[in-house]
């Protein structure tokens, strides 16, 4: 069984700078896409990246020139250095895993919240 967690979380000040990690444990297909999501309160999950096994990477507009997503496949691992955090960047996020073969899974969420 596939077990994404995610870890980094936390209250940080406008203009501020986290970090957040999502390790996955168990049997993963090689060939997959890792991405971060988010959901802040009363609004739909939203793609924020995501990053191929191959390293080809995405960003929402949103967050371009700002957060940074990583990964380090012998580790099994996924990052997202953010900065430059603004309130509105406040919100649970979420790690998800989609590998060519197989399911889709998803960590628990870990919450930012961006405030002064």
């Known amino acids: 069984q596939v077990q994404l967690v995610e870890s980094g979380g936390g209250l940080v000040q406008p203009g501020g700078s986290l970090k957040l990690s999502c390790t996955v444990s168990g049997h993963i297909f090689s060939i997959n896409t890792m991405g971060w999501y988010r959901q802040a309160p009363g609004k739909q999950r939203e793609l924020v990246a995501t990053v191929t096994s191959g390293g080809s990477k995405k960003y929402a507009d949103s967050v371009e020139g700002r957060f940074t997503i990583s990964r380090d496949n012998g580790k099994n691992t996924m990052f997202l250095q953010m900065n430059s955090l603004k309130p509105e960047d406040t919100a649970v996020y979420y790690c998800?895993?989609?590998?060519?073969?197989?399911?889709?899974?998803w960590g628990q969420g870990t919450q930012v919240t961006v405030s002064s």
């Open positions: 998800k895993i989609e590998p060519l073969l197989g399911i889709v899974s």
